[in-house]
């Protein structure tokens, strides 16, 4: 079974920086794009960021240069660094991973709150 546990989330101000990590298991990155979404009060979730070996890294554009992507294949982790954070960064951040069908996140983990105070 595919299973996605993120940690990670907390409160900081503005220009703060958080880590989140996403612990998989039950597939390989080799094989699945896995990726960032967030969503904030009242919008709806938007992909933040995502890694495939085929497709390679992807960010949205808000998180350009403020945010890397890094996976650890050893521990199956994928890492959201996030430097610069502003407040509309505020959000619950959910890992997920794609499923069968290309480019559809079918598996997703719990969310993590992340809050930036101006």
């Known amino acids: 079974d595919v299973q996605l546990q993120a940690s990670g989330g907390g409160s900081v101000q503005t220009g703060g920086s958080l880590r989140l990590s996403c612990a998989a298991s039950g597939f390989s990155f080799d094989d699945y794009a896995i990726g960032w979404f967030r969503q904030a009060p009242g919008k709806e979730r938007e992909l933040v960021s995502c890694?495939?070996?085929?497709?390679?890294?992807y960010f949205e554009d808000s998180v350009k240069g403020r945010f890397t992507l890094s996976t650890d294949n050893a521990k199956n982790t994928l890492n959201l660094q996030m430097t610069s954070l502003k407040p509309e960064d505020t959000a619950v951040y959910y890992c997920?991973?794609?499923?069968?069908?290309?480019?559809?996140?079918?598996?997703w983990g719990q969310g993590t709150q992340v809050t930036v105070s101006s």
């Open positions: 997920a991973v794609e499923g069968v069908v290309v480019g559809r996140f079918d598996y």
């Open positions: 890694f495939s070996t085929v497709g390679g890294t």
